[in-house]
């Protein structure tokens, strides 16, 4: 059987366009970058000859010599299941990055710390100026990565507000208000006895949730009813079967993810109680996951494509050398639908 090679075939480089041209090197180099000082006739003749070799300019030989890859990584600290296959949030993340990248001519360099070894690897690559500059989404705890890569003078922003001390600046949304408005949803509907399932302890807008949950119910003088999740469907479900037989009478449940909200509603049905008639369930984000739930979900608005752009937009102008502000706070709007 025969098999197939791959060709050898030398790829063309500025020297060779210049040639074609018939001008210098560095006349070529001005065209290919763009600069306007070059008369329009020799540029013609350059842009010929690129499009006759199919001359590609390369990006590491620029890079090094104008300190410039324009290129930036979007850092995911979560697993590749949950980014790719559970958790519609990083989809629409990535969505709102590129969309602004586009825009500005840039490229996006996606990565994802799995492990001790992938975050020591992403740590030395963009530090060693592979990209100008990164972005990072769904930190868990006091996790260093944003400071670290900020002490190698990377320009970085960070989706969610930080749980330690931190100069990083970041992109968030109201949080407790968004909790807030849901919980009083409940309350003003009748409810009694409202339960949350809250997000992991060490994510910092799963932490804000709760903490609007509480303060809800302080206000209409009811006592909290707490299970934790890890804003998986699966995590939902067991915290609502939990949650069934510590507090049998609950009538009400607000859930810190769509995931965990769609995860609640399958383990109430499958208990024999009618959503929303036995028990009212409520989410948070917004996701595909709200519209699909039977019935679909009332939950919280989040703008996540809109967190990815303002993101995109915070690490380019610092890249570019210009100030931004600390902490950018996006609103969240509650959605009405059938669950609660």
């Known amino acids: ?97 590129v969309q602004e990248l586009d825009a500005a001519g840039k490229e996006l360099v996606l990565q994802i710390v799995g492990s001790d070894l992938s975050r020591h690897r992403i740590t030395e690559y963009a530090a060693g100026g592979h990209v100008d500059g990164a972005m990072v989404v769904s930190l868990h705890g006091t996790d260093p990565l944003p400071d670290t890569l900020a002490r190698h003078g990377v320009p970085v922003v960070v989706n969610g507000r930080p749980m330690g001390p931190s100069a990083v600046p970041y992109v968030d949304v109201t949080n407790v208000d968004g909790a807030r408005l849901a919980v009083r949803r409940l309350v003003e509907s009748g409810r009694r006895q409202i339960a949350t399932i809250a997000g992991s302890p060490d994510a910092p807008g799963a932490v804000d949730r709760l903490a609007g949950y509480r303060a809800e119910l302080r206000d209409s003088r009811r006592k909290p009813i707490v299970a934790v999740g890890n804003s998986t469907q699966e995590s939902g479900s067991a915290a609502m079967r939990e949650l069934l037989r510590e507090h049998p009478r609950i009538d009400a449940v607000f859930a810190a993810s769509d995931l965990m909200a769609h995860g609640a509603v399958r383990a109430l049905r499958r208990s024999g109680r009618r959503v929303p008639d036995d028990v009212a369930v409520i989410g948070f984000d917004d996701t595909e996951v709200a519209r699909y739930t039977d019935p679909p979900l009332t939950t919280v608005h989040l703008p996540i494509r809109d967190i990815g752009r303002t993101m995109a937009r915070q690490v380019l102008r610092l890249s570019a050398g210009e100030p931004v502000e600390p902490s950018v706070v996006l609103g969240t709007e509650f959605v009405v639908r059938e669950s609660g």
């Open 1 to 97: 059987m025969k098999s197939f090679r791959g060709t050898s075939r030398s790829r063309p480089t500025l020297e060779t366009v210049a040639a074609r041209a018939g001008v210098s090197r560095a006349t070529a180099s001005r065209v290919v970058n763009g600069s306007a000082s070059v008369n329009i006739d020799i540029r013609d003749a350059v842009l010929r000859a690129v499009r006759a070799l199919g001359y590609v300019p390369n990006r590491v030989a620029r890079g090094l010599a104008t300190n410039r890859m324009d290129a930036y990584a979007l850092i995911l600290t979560e697993s590749a299941g949950r980014i790719f296959a559970e958790d519609p949030f990083f989809a629409t993340v990535v969505h709102g990055v």
